[in-house]
């Protein structure tokens, strides 16, 4: 508590030193609220580690300049994930601490420093590590609550891949672009101020900052997870204002801000290729399962016994290394992993959760001809060569489709939110 407290005594008086557009007053103004989202509050100190964390990833030079540009869009960023970080409390969505270490881990593996190299950096930059925990928990509790209250109404049906696999075909020969992408939705209502924040970030990117690092602090879809990196896609998969852009715009230039579907897009073109299709796949899966063997002609008594059993399991599965974990408490079921496997080759009952379970998320009991089995997907497709395979297909539009209900999800959390701006 000392060390903590020392901490933001010393951070206090570096945002005063530092974020003179914040407030001009002393170290104890460094906890004045500058919003309160609900029953939250956003303090000056809440948003001057942000700040500087944003900058630290992003690999931005802390200039006045640079903060004030950032400062708009990382407030309503903030805004944005206290409503998340709220829905997901309301709605139980739970995410272990190991999870969050392990993605800390991960970014320090990254950087090539140990974790408490990594802690050290953050502290010596103003950034308390809880800072990061904090927003990776947020990140991951609105991803798992968006899957949970969301994908059960995305189905992805035999004829919408099939129209999209003619759709390819037809582009035999076209270009395709790798892009990346920062949303900031305009579903607040404040066009000029969203406008203007995508300029900000547009500015800022043309100054040599990180697109992955900006795309994952402030676009406001799914995409932010990954970077803002959309894979390769085809101008007919744009909202039409972005494919006009995209399709003059170099590899490495930036591009926007556009007024496209629901807000303002910043995009990047990695690279350009020609489209060459030759045969479709059914496309591969890799997946997690524990499984209850009954005969076919099983007593409903031992049916039922299974499919108890395996939904105790289930609330405690949120990856696919959690089903090795709970494995001990499924006995007689077994687990074991299928590894990459033809969707074809799976159980007819098993392949509609092949195709449209979220990555991570354990399946309901399946029953099938050999029993009861619970099913994670791990992983689907092979990456750039499986692009023409059904399972690829299908995951795509159930992204985009999951994207748009995601965007008005929050969007209805803002309009039903008491929200207060005082800085």
């Given at each position: 508590?000392?060390?903590?407290?020392?901490?933001?005594?010393?951070?206090?008086?570096?945002l005063?030193?530092?974020?003179?557009?914040?407030?001009?007053?002393?170290?104890?103004?460094?906890?004045k609220?500058?919003?309160?989202?609900n029953?939250?509050?956003?303090?000056?100190?809440?948003?001057?580690?942000?700040?500087?964390?944003?900058?630290?990833?992003?690999?931005?030079?802390?200039?006045?300049?640079?903060?004030?540009?950032?400062?708009?869009?990382?407030?309503?960023?903030?805004?944005?994930?206290?409503?998340?970080?709220?829905?997901?409390k309301?709605?139980?969505?739970?995410?272990?601490?190991?999870?969050?270490?392990?993605?800390?881990?991960?970014?320090?593996?990254?950087?090539?420093?140990?974790?408490?190299?990594?802690?050290?950096?953050?502290?010596?930059?103003?950034?308390?590590?809880?800072?990061?925990?904090?927003?990776?928990?947020?990140?991951?509790?609105?991803?798992?609550?968006?899957?949970?209250?969301?994908?059960?109404?995305?189905?992805?049906?035999?004829?919408?891949?099939?129209?999209?696999?003619?759709?390819?075909?037809?582009?035999?020969?076209?270009?395709?672009?790798?892009?990346?992408?920062?949303?900031?939705?305009?579903?607040?209502?404040?066009?000029?101020?969203?406008?203007?924040?995508?300029?900000?970030?547009?500015?800022?990117?043309?100054?040599?900052?990180?697109?992955?690092?900006?795309?994952?602090?402030?676009?406001q879809?799914?995409?932010?997870?990954?970077?803002?990196?959309?894979?390769?896609?085809?101008?007919?998969?744009?909202?039409?204002?972005?494919?006009?852009?995209?399709?003059?715009?170099?590899?490495?230039q930036?591009?926007?801000?556009?007024?496209?579907?629901?807000?303002?897009?910043?995009?990047?073109?990695?690279?350009?290729?020609?489209?060459?299709?030759?045969?479709?796949?059914?496309?591969?899966?890799?997946?997690?399962?524990?499984?209850?063997?009954?005969?076919?002609?099983?007593?409903?008594?031992?049916?039922?016994?299974?499919?108890?059993?395996?939904?105790?399991?289930i609330p405690?599965?949120?990856?696919?290394?959690?089903?090795?974990?709970?494995?001990?408490?499924?006995?007689?079921?077994?687990?074991?992993?299928?590894?990459?496997?033809?969707?074809?080759?799976?159980?007819?009952?098993?392949?509609?959760?092949?195709?449209?379970?979220?990555?991570?998320?354990?399946?309901?009991?399946?029953?099938?001809?050999?029993?009861?089995?619970?099913?994670?997907?791990?992983?689907?497709?092979?990456?750039?060569?499986a692009?023409?395979?059904?399972?690829?297909?299908?995951?795509?539009?159930?992204?985009?489709?999951?994207?748009?209900?995601?965007?008005?999800?929050?969007?209805?959390?803002?309009?039903?939110?008491?929200?207060?701006?005082?800085?």
């Amino acid at each position: 508590m000392t060390k903590v407290r020392a901490f933001l005594i010393g951070t206090a008086c570096l945002l005063v030193a530092v974020v003179t557009p914040l407030t001009q007053a002393s170290a104890q103004d460094a906890l004045k609220i500058v919003a309160v989202v609900n029953e939250d509050v956003i303090t000056e100190l809440d948003l001057f580690m942000r700040m500087r964390l944003a900058m630290l990833s992003a690999k931005l030079s802390d200039t006045p300049e640079t903060r004030q540009r950032l400062l708009p869009t990382l407030l309503r960023t903030m805004i944005d994930e206290r409503l998340k970080a709220q829905e997901a409390k309301r709605q139980g969505i739970p995410v272990a601490a190991t999870e969050i270490q392990r993605r800390i881990d991960d970014l320090a593996k990254r950087n090539n420093v140990t974790t408490d190299q990594f802690a050290q950096t953050l502290e010596s930059n103003g950034i308390l590590i809880d800072v990061l925990a904090d927003q990776i928990k947020t990140e991951v509790s609105w991803a798992r609550l968006v899957q949970r209250r969301l994908r059960s109404q995305v189905k992805i049906t035999d004829e919408e891949i099939d129209q999209a696999l003619a759709a390819l075909q037809a582009a035999q020969g076209q270009t395709e672009f790798r892009l990346s992408q920062i949303f900031l939705s305009s579903a607040s209502g404040d066009e000029v101020s969203v406008q203007q924040s995508a300029q900000r970030l547009k500015e800022q990117l043309e100054q040599g900052a990180d697109f992955a690092a900006l795309a994952t602090e402030f676009s406001q879809d799914q995409g932010a997870i990954r970077g803002g990196d959309w894979g390769w896609v085809r101008l007919d998969m744009l909202d039409p204002p972005v494919a006009q852009v995209v399709q003059v715009l170099p590899p490495g230039q930036v591009g926007g801000p556009i007024r496209g579907a629901g807000g303002y897009y910043v995009v990047l073109v990695k690279a350009t290729r020609i489209i060459d299709v030759t045969t479709v796949s059914a496309g591969t899966v890799e997946m997690e399962q524990i499984f209850w063997s009954l005969p076919s002609n099983a007593a409903e008594s031992e049916v039922d016994s299974a499919i108890s059993q395996a939904n105790t399991l289930i609330p405690r599965v949120q990856s696919c290394g959690d089903m090795n974990t709970v494995a001990p408490d499924a006995k007689p079921g077994i687990h074991r992993s299928l590894g990459n496997v033809l969707v074809n080759d799976l159980p007819v009952e098993v392949q509609p959760y092949a195709l449209n379970q979220p990555i991570g998320e354990p399946s309901p009991p399946v029953r099938t001809a050999r029993g009861i089995g619970i099913y994670v997907v791990c992983n689907r497709g092979g990456g750039d060569n499986a692009a023409l395979s059904r399972v690829s297909v299908a995951d795509r539009l159930g992204r985009q489709r999951l994207d748009t209900l995601a965007r008005g999800y929050l969007s209805d959390l803002r309009r039903a939110a008491v929200i207060d701006i005082r800085l």
